[in-house]
């Protein structure tokens, strides 16, 4: 018997995989050896399922993130390990997978950007201003700037107009955004308490 985590955890894997438009219920029916009618018994279309799942995804990545929150004091490390976290995510993800939803199925985009604003405004923003505060970062730095140069928009920046992932490492091509970006504003402060930008 499949059950509906069963369902949510296996599309959303095909989903990323072959993209939200392209991979269709009756494959999804078929991977898993039941009928498509009794995919809707759980969901109503489609998008429902595809919301579903990137909320399954988030949620796991909320999880990881709520570690590091937890286990780490310096708010400066803290964002380094989410942005970590946040670029292996990313390159799960594939930039066909966000453009389907954003041009097919908006309501599932919505789930997507919607954690997005709400992540950066009550988890990133916040520890910018924390190491702002604690003078580890330049009293000139614009913080809704930064982060909407490199959290708001940070599919873009890997994905548009290539797949930067596809050139480079995720460590590479995390190493010139975040942590270069950092760098930029770290004081002497910081870097006599700290090793992690040394």
Not at 25 to 45: D, P, Q, R, V, W
Not at 133 to 154: A, H, M
């Amino acid at each position: 018997m499949v059950s509906k985590q069963d369902l949510i955890e296996c599309s959303i894997k095909n989903f990323i995989k072959f993209g939200s438009k392209r991979f269709s219920m009756n494959e999804l029916a078929s991977e898993l050896g039941i009928s498509k009618k009794t995919i809707y018994k759980h969901f109503k279309t489609k998008e429902e399922l595809i919301a579903k799942g990137l909320r399954l995804i988030i949620d796991k990545y909320l999880h990881d993130v709520d570690k590091v929150l937890k286990t780490k004091e310096d708010p400066i490390e803290k964002i380094v390990l989410i942005q970590e976290k946040s670029f292996q995510y990313l390159n799960y993800f594939k930039p066909a997978f966000l453009h389907g939803i954003k041009k097919y199925y908006h309501n599932a985009d919505e789930v997507f950007q919607n954690f997005k604003d709400s992540f950066i405004k009550n988890t990133l923003k916040p520890l910018l201003e924390e190491a702002k505060e604690k003078e580890y970062l330049r009293k000139n730095l614009n913080i809704d700037l930064f982060c909407n140069l490199y959290f708001t928009k940070l599919e873009k920046l890997v994905f548009e107009p290539i797949n930067l992932f596809e050139l480079y490492s995720i460590d590479e091509v995390f190493e010139h955004t975040i942590i270069n970006s950092l760098r930029g504003f770290i004081t002497e402060n910081y870097k006599d308490t700290n090793t992690l930008f040394s």
